[in-house]
């Protein structure tokens, strides 16, 4: 019998890493992630995005959050995608760790980006959750550079950055919220310079996922 993760390889990705786990997104793991996305990232006079997504009204978010990651699973194309997990703490969904690619097969690169809910905040998890996505990119997936950006009044996503491996490029000036003016850094990371830390990573679903996104099934 056909399953949703045989039309659509991503929802059966699994990452285990110690006691954090990063899943392919279902709509039940979608429902959570509006729940906790519901609940706080960060503190309303902050805005850590580039798109302002979380400023959206009490009740429109979970919304907006459920619609965003279900027309990026219906848009899907090698192309152009965002692969999307929920990270799980000990069976419990405590944020969500993508990336996103244009003309993958070619340019061989992508841009992660990442929330945690402001309970899990602070506990070293970021890093950890970051760690077990490069470790899928670079060793299953074919990535050959993964790079992302933090505005420089987010010390802490520069942190995880930091501790990661990656390196930092350009500083962009560029509009935050309306008439705001934010500085954003750049970074990239390289296999030679991606800090692995000291926690095995297994993965299973990659093959299916490799030829999902224009690579061999090897």
């Known amino acids: 019998m056909t399953t949703t993760a045989d039309l659509f390889p991503p929802i059966g990705l699994r990452v285990v890493a110690g006691p954090l786990e990063l899943r392919g997104l279902t709509d039940e793991l979608i429902v959570e992630l509006c729940d906790l996305a519901e609940a706080g990232i960060h503190d309303p006079g902050e805005m850590p995005f580039y798109f302002p997504w979380t400023a959206a009204p009490p009740g429109q978010l979970t919304r907006?959050?459920?619609?965003?990651?279900?027309?990026?699973?219906?848009?899907?194309?090698?192309?152009?995608?965002?692969?999307?997990?929920?990270?799980?703490?000990?069976?419990?969904?405590?944020?969500?760790?993508?990336?996103?690619?244009?003309?993958?097969?070619?340019?061989?690169t992508g841009e992660t980006g990442s929330w945690l809910g402001r309970e899990f905040q602070g506990r070293g998890l970021g890093t950890a959750m970051r760690r077990a996505m490069c470790a899928l990119l670079f060793d299953h997936l074919g990535f050959e550079e993964i790079t992302s950006a933090a505005f420089l009044d987010n010390p802490a996503s520069l942190g995880v950055s930091r501790n990661v491996g990656y390196r930092p490029t350009v500083v962009s000036r560029i509009k935050r919220r309306e008439g705001e003016l934010a500085l954003n850094q750049g970074l990239v990371l390289t296999p030679e310079t991606f800090l692995r830390g000291d926690v095995p990573v297994e993965v299973t679903g990659a093959a299916a996922v490799r030829s999902f996104i224009g690579l061999d099934a090897g």
């Not at 027309?71 to 999307?84: I, W």
């Open 64 to 108: 907006n959050t459920a619609a965003y990651h279900w027309g990026k699973r219906a848009a899907f194309s090698p192309d152009d995608f965002c692969l999307d997990l929920a990270v799980l703490l000990e069976g419990r969904v405590i944020g969500c760790q993508g990336v996103a690619a244009r003309h993958f097969p070619v340019t061989r």
